[in-house]
């Protein structure tokens, strides 16, 4: 509230302390000639020096009223007795100026100029107006200047203050600047660059056989050698220039791809498409056309592939990319570069990507986004279930943050969260697992057989497989850690509300990798039976369930899983079998003995 003290602050107040004490001690040896006793005429100076300045700390104003008033009404009275006393007003005409802005020079120069001397004419006859008027508008406009001079020193101040702060700020802007577009930089190059050399170099080696003579073995090593120097080169280039595949639809760009490599690096590739197109996001559809590329790329340049299967389902609530090749796999897949990549552009999507792989068995990605929908403006009622009270209370806040949330309950244990879903209903709960008397699976499987309209989120500290997988097996809607950011929570609770199914991204490849562990403790013959399509006992199950003509939401309820989880499961049957929907799998599956 208190301004900053210039120099010329200090000056000003210097020279007023001055001139108060002179008229102080000149006061003091005249007193005889007033008529006021000299203790009230030296506590008047005091008011008339202290009470302005201190105004003029807050309001120029407050100051400017009180100096003409105080001040001023002080040297008329001196003026009264000796009309030479007006000149002590110079010098707060001079500071009545300087201080002075805007539309108040419309006033105060009149009063001070005018007003004061008029005045002490009516008040000392001998005293002559216009001398007095003209020294005390010579102060006025002395101190006029100096208020020019002491604006001009306030805004360079300001100005070097804002050029040091706008320097801090554009260094810092440089420097994040600089680190994405490395980072785009980066990505883009190994997407587009690192895709089509990698398809020059593979079709280049097909010609290898047809190449009889030295001088033509020759030739071909030669441009090999020249397409991986240039690979290296060319990341050192780059433009702006907006891929053509991103002015296309999704299909066609994917489809487009997929032929484009099946062109150059001479590699099957199957493509098809399940459910009706609808058009998707621009981010969405090149995070899906990036993980299609870096599959690609991946399954020829890592695994040795010699056919590719890519399909891709237009789903209710997600589309779902799956990239299937016969390479040589691994026992763990690694986790590069371009796998990074794909996975950081799902998860700004709300999305995840997951990768199967085995040692001879080739490699499944499957790439999953949500679908993205507008959001209704109804409030989404939630049940907190966790056995902390200080975790409880703090999801409370974070959520009802958010506008479209509403906490209607909390609840210690899952034997209370199933009496709170009975009495407030909530469309989405946040269960913990471990919890006293009923764990979270539990509580979540009760919850889904009585009511199987309402989410279940799962949120917990550690990373169980065995504890996801039953987790998932109790029909939850979704698996998440309680270290992800309450920004990514809300956003993670308006998909599972939305109809999503959403696992931590650090678990996918844990859980596919145990469920095919589980499976393969189940029951051999129907191992044995579906070996040819290899179809996993779960496939078969809910093909079981398709054939005797029940729908997805039907099987999901018998199942205890998610509508998603099933339709991902029935997804993956049809692939293997090679069909487009439910009529042609059960038809297939009947040929092939899968069915009962």
């Known amino acids: 509230m208190v301004k900053q003290w210039y120099w010329y602050d200090w000056l000003m107040f210097i020279i007023r302390l001055i001139s108060s004490i002179s008229l102080v001690f000149t006061t003091i040896s005249l ?41 001023g009404g002080l040297c008329l009275y001196l003026a009264s007795f000796f009309p030479q006393a007006y000149l002590a007003f110079l010098l707060y005409a001079f500071f009545i100026a ?64 804002q ?66 120097q240039n690979m290296e080169e060319v990341r050192g280039y780059v433009h702006q220039i907006e891929s053509p595949h991103e002015t296309l639809p999704l299909l066609q760009s994917l489809r487009n791809l997929a032929e484009e490599f099946q062109e150059h690096a001479k590699v099957p590739v199957t493509f098809h498409a399940y459910g009706e197109e609808y058009p998707v996001m621009k981010q969405a559809k090149t995070a899906l056309y990036r993980c299609l590329q870096e599959s690609l790329t991946n399954a020829v340049r890592h695994g040795h592939s010699t056919e590719i299967k890519v399909s ?67 409030v989404i009622r939630l049940l907190v279930v966790d056995d902390h009270p200080v975790i409880r209370e703090s999801l409370r806040t974070l959520l009802e943050e958010q506008q479209d949330f509403q906490v209607v ?66 029909g939850v809607d979704g698996y998440l850690l309680k270290s992800m950011q309450p920004l990514e929570l809300a956003e993670t609770i308006r998909t599972v509300h939305r109809g999503g199914t959403l696992i931590d991204q650090g678990m996918s490849h844990k859980l596919f990798a145990q469920l095919e562990a589980d499976n393969s403790g189940d029951d051999h013959s129907s191992i ?13 199950e809910i093909l079981q369930f398709v054939s005797k003509g029940l729908r997805y939401k039907s099987i999901a309820s018998k199942l205890y899983l998610s509508d998603g989880t099933v339709r991902n499961y029935a997804s993956s049957a049809y692939l293997k079998l090679g069909v487009r929907n439910r009529e042609e799998a059960v038809l297939k599956a009947r040929e092939a003995g899968l069915l009962e």
């Open 528 to 540: 044995k039976a579906s070996s040819a399509y290899d179809l996993t006992p779960r496939e078969l």
């Open 409 to 474: 309950g909390t609840a210690e244990d899952g034997e209370k969260a199933i009496e709170l879903c009975r009495q407030v209903r909530p469309q989405l709960v946040l269960m913990d697992v471990e919890m006293p008397n009923v764990d979270g699976i539990s509580a979540s499987r009760t919850i889904k057989e009585s009511w199987p309209n309402i989410r279940i989120l799962i949120l917990t500290t550690f990373e169980d497989t065995k504890q996801a997988m039953e987790a998932m097996r109790s």
């Open 31 to 71: 007193q005889q000639y007033f008529t006021l006793p000299i203790m009230v005429l030296v506590l008047w100076q005091l008011i008339a020096f202290s009470v302005p300045w201190l105004c003029l700390q807050l309001n120029y104003k407050y100051y400017l009223f009180t100096e003409i008033v105080i001040s």
């Open 312 to 378: 891709v389902h237009f789903e209710p609530q997600q589309t779902r990319l799956q990239i299937h090749d016969n390479g040589r796999g691994m026992e763990h897949a690694r986790e590069g570069f371009g796998l990074s990549a794909m996975k950081e552009r799902a998860m700004i999507l709300q999305g995840h990507v997951a990768v199967y792989t085995e040692r001879g068995e080739g490699t499944l990605v499957t790439c999953t986004l949500p679908r993205q929908t507008e959001l209704k403006d109804d």
């Open 98 to 161: 300087a201080h002075s802005a805007h539309r108040t020079y419309l006033w105060s120069g009149p009063v001070s100029i005018l007003l004061l001397p008029a005045i002490i004419k009516q008040l000392a006859e001998q005293s002559e107006y216009w001398i007095m008027a003209v020294h005390i508008g010579m102060a006025y406009i002395f101190g006029f200047s100096f208020h020019l001079l002491a604006l001009n020193h306030r805004q360079g101040e300001t100005i070097c203050e």
């Open 163 to 228: 050029n040091a702060v706008l320097e801090q700020y554009l260094s810092q802007i440089e420097r994040i600047t600089l680190a994405e577009e490395r980072s785009r930089l980066s990505k883009e190059l190994h997407d587009t660059v690192g895709h089509a050399y990698t398809s020059l170099i593979m079709g280049l080696e097909t010609l290898r056989p047809q190449m009889a003579t030295n001088t033509g073995t020759e030739s071909l090593d030669s441009l090999l050698n020249l397409a991986r």
